[in-house]
């Protein structure tokens, strides 16, 4: 095999795909308050696509917060980060920083491309070190603050 091709995993991890926050009972009394709201004004309104969009995001985001996060694995290799069987180059970022929220870490990699996504990977906070140092050595670090999106997801618990 020629030393180009070769996969090493430098490290290998995993943890859960997301963060899975608390929500009491009346985090699902909102939930079905706003959605019988939006739900009468597009019935007053006549706005009937819009009822179907109402009934159905609804729905939606109950399955997805009743789904338990997937345990994911995750490599680093010489040539990226793996998410399972997806490889993200480093190449295709500019740089990473670290979150932390309630006792949770991740590291979020910059996309280079100007609309694409930043990639969150969480990791365990006993080998955390290893994999910030890892991840240092291939990329540049930057302070990394929570966007608008992700500013009203953890608002809204999701």
């Keep these: ?3 180009g091709s070769k ?4 490290i290998s991890w995993e943890a859960e795909e997301y963060i899975v926050r608390d929500k009491t009972a009346w985090w699902y009394v909102g939930l079905v308050v706003v959605g019988l709201v939006l739900s009468g004004l597009s019935i007053w309104l006549q706005w009937w696509t819009f009822l179907v969009v109402v009934i159905l995001s609804i729905i939606a985001l109950v399955i997805y917060v009743l789904r ?8 680093m290799s010489n040539k990226g980060v793996s998410e399972g069987e997806r490889l ?7 740089s990473f920083g670290i979150l932390q929220e309630a006792g949770h870490f991740a590291i979020v ?6 609309f694409a996504p930043r990639v969150t990977v969480y990791f365990p ?10 991840f240092g050595a291939r990329l540049p670090m930057e302070e990394v603050k929570l966007d608008m999106l992700d500013r009203l997801i953890k608002f809204l618990r999701i």
Excluded at 109 to 114: A, E, V, Y
Aim: no cysteine; charged share 35%; glycine share 2%.
């Design 109 to 114: 990699l910059t996309p280079r491309k100007r």
């Design 88 to 94: 993200y180059a480093y190449s295709e970022f500019k």
């Design 7 to 10: 996969k090493t995993d430098l």
């Design 68 to 75: 338990p996060p997937r345990m994911l694995r995750y490599s």
């Design 125 to 134: 906070e006993a080998q955390g070190e290893e994999i910030v140092d890892a």
């Design 1 to 3: 095999m020629a030393e």
